[in-house]
């Protein structure tokens, strides 16, 4: 059996433990904490060192998804995270753009960790809303060879779609 390491990342908020915890086949190891900085509001928690899932995509293939926190300052744990990664998701809220410079910062980041194939997954875009996707593919100063994938969160299919998408690009990278 193959064992594949994802990283899912992205700026505070975008939905990454909900992202995890929509497809993950076990229950996700979570270390969310209680928002004490006024100045970010939203939910109410935030992952502080990491999320851990699991899904089994075939007999042969099982990725294991660790989250990463959203906020630069948890950076150690981004390194941390990125070492052994085969590839990562960056999930951005299409709804937040104040969040696309972070999202900037984090892509540059995990770049410069490994050469590893990555896909950015727009939440709360429809997959016919092209002019949300486009958007976001500006504000986040994408190339057009990076796949830009709509994606909800919640949804369970939504998510193994991304991931499929990732997986996908790191086979082509191996063959």
Excluded: H
């Amino acid at each position: 059996m193959q064992s594949v390491k994802v990283v899912i990342t992205g700026p505070f908020n975008a939905g990454k433990t909900t992202f995890i915890k929509a497809v993950s086949e076990i229950t996700v190891l979570s270390t969310e904490r209680q928002i004490s900085d006024a100045s970010n509001e939203g939910s109410g928690e935030t992952t502080v060192a990491m999320d851990f899932g699991r899904i089994t995509i075939s007999d042969d293939v099982v990725l294991y998804l660790f989250g990463t926190p959203g906020q630069e300052r948890f950076s150690f744990m981004w390194e941390t995270l990125s070492e052994g990664m085969l590839g990562f998701v960056l999930l951005v809220d299409a709804d937040d753009q104040g969040s696309f410079d972070d999202a900037k910062t984090m892509i540059e980041f995990f770049r410069s960790m490994s050469d590893v194939p990555f896909v950015v997954a727009a939440n709360k875009v429809a997959p016919t809303d092209i002019g949300a996707l486009r958007a976001v593919r500006a504000a986040v100063g994408l190339d057009d060879d990076i796949p830009l994938l709509p994606v909800d969160a919640q949804d369970r299919e939504s998510v193994k779609a991304v991931l499929l998408g990732l997986l996908y690009r790191i086979l082509d990278t191996m063959s």
